[in-house]
Each structure stands twice: as C-alpha cells, then as structure tokens.
C-alpha cells in the first residue's frame, strides 16, 4: 500500500513512533518511490511549509499508531486544505490556488 500511495502523492505524511522500526521502513519506501516524506509522531509537528497547493498529500502510519493520532493528523491535513481553498474562492479566477487533495493508506 504504501509503494502505491508513494507513486500517487506528491508529499507523504508518515505517522508514527520516532523509534518504530515499521514507521522507518513506512518512510524509506515511500521515499524510494519518489514522494516528499514528512514522519511526525503527532499533529503538533506538522508544518505548513511542507505542502504546496494543488499537491496530493498521501497518509499512512505505522501498525502501532493510535488511531486517534492519525485522526488528528487527517484533521490537520483537511483544515490546510479548508483554508487554502477559501483563499483561492475570494481570489481573482487568475490567482486561485488549486485545492489540496489528500490520499490515504493505512
């Protein structure tokens, strides 16, 4: 799953423990595949400077990774790309930023 989520995104968000050896191999196969990797252990970490609009923003996360981290993180994800697309609504049609689309693979 991950090497296909690789090949489609842009950037990959990998979740997970710092010193998980799962969430490691998660983010050495979806870099070798050609995604921008970006592992977080929670929300806190991630930065909008990572992401670009009109990017696919890929989603996995190692095994032990609880489910409300992930959550927290797809929230943050979707809120980047709530507010990236009301900046482009009230752009002139020459200005507007492509909306962020998000793919994910557990």
Known sequence: ????????ADVVVVVGGAN????????QTCRQFGARVHQVVSPAELRE????PGEIVGLTAGTSTP???ILGVERWLQS????WTTAAESA?????????ASATAS
């Open 92 to 100: 002139p049609a020459s200005h507007r930023i492509p909306e962020l």
């Open 67 to 69: 489910p409300v981290t």
């Open 80 to 83: 980047l790309s709530a507010r």
């Open 20 to 27: 998980s050896n799962n969430t490691r191999e998660l983010a």
């Open 1 to 8: 799953a991950a090497e296909n989520l690789a090949r489609i």
């Open 49 to 52: 400077e990572w992401f670009r």
